[in-house]
T-cell receptor
């Protein structure tokens, strides 16, 4: 069973709309949660991280975490064509000094002008 | 400029010919990791390192070796590459592993 699941998409939203990206994870020991953005042909770039239940906002981005439901989401408000990319959810599991970061397969987002 | 540098960016090789992909970071990060990215499978961790001389297997370590003799360098070694190792490889580093990773530009490897 895959540990981190994302809808692969593609997800299309019109410019100015809210894009909602979802991720579920299987390991209840997961401690930290990350959202990366990856443009085609480029390397992943960290855009948000969240550790505690609830919402975390940074500009147009809001990350939401619900540990009881093992669910993390990313909302992008006022979506722009430049937001078109693949969004990767990543989950960190720590055990002693070991830190293993596991990624989902990504959701491809297209923002239509 | 703080960065993770991988070399080469592109590599075509033949089955069985040993190769090394280099990775270096200039941020004094403790944690370093190698991932491979394949269509539909996302990023899968190959090996990671928590500090000098401390490494551990990720999810797909078969066919790969790593070493961490210096804090800044974490090379990935394919002793006998096979076509199923054709992939896009990323090296990444993190200060402590808990704050997310910074990724290198990637190495696209083709094994024929």
């Amino acid at each position: 069973q895959k540990e981190v699941e994302q809808n692969s998409g593609p997800l299309s939203v019109p410019e100015g709309a809210i894009a909602s990206l979802n991720c579920t994870y299987s390991d209840r020991g997961s401690q930290s949660f990350f959202w990366y953005r990856q443009y085609s042909g480029k390397s992943p770039e960290l855009i948000m991280f969240i550790y505690s239940n609830g919402d975390k906002e940074d500009g147009r981005f809001t990350a939401q975490l619900n540990k009881a439901s093992q669910y993390v989401s990313l909302l992008i408000r006022d979506s722009q064509p430049s937001d078109s990319a693949t969004y990767l959810c990543a989950v960190l599991i720590s055990s002693g000094s070991a830190r293993q970061l596991t990624f989902g397969s990504g959701t491809q987002l297209t923002v239509l002008p | 400029e703080a960065q993770v540098t991988q070399n080469p960016r592109y590599l075509i090789t033949v089955t069985g010919k040993k190769l090394t992909v280099t990775c270096s970071q200039n941020m004094n990060h403790e944690y370093m990791s190698w991932y491979r990215q394949d269509p539909g499978l996302g990023l899968r961790q190959i090996y990671y390192s928590m500090n000098v001389e401390v490494t551990d297997k990720g999810d797909v370590p078969e066919g790969y070796k790593v070493s961490r003799k210096e804090k800044r360098n974490f090379p990935l070694i394919l002793e006998s590459p096979s076509p199923n190792q054709t992939s896009l490889y990323f090296c990444a580093s993190s200060l402590s592993g808990g704050f997310g990773y910074t990724f290198g530009s990637g190495t696209r490897l083709t094994v024929v």
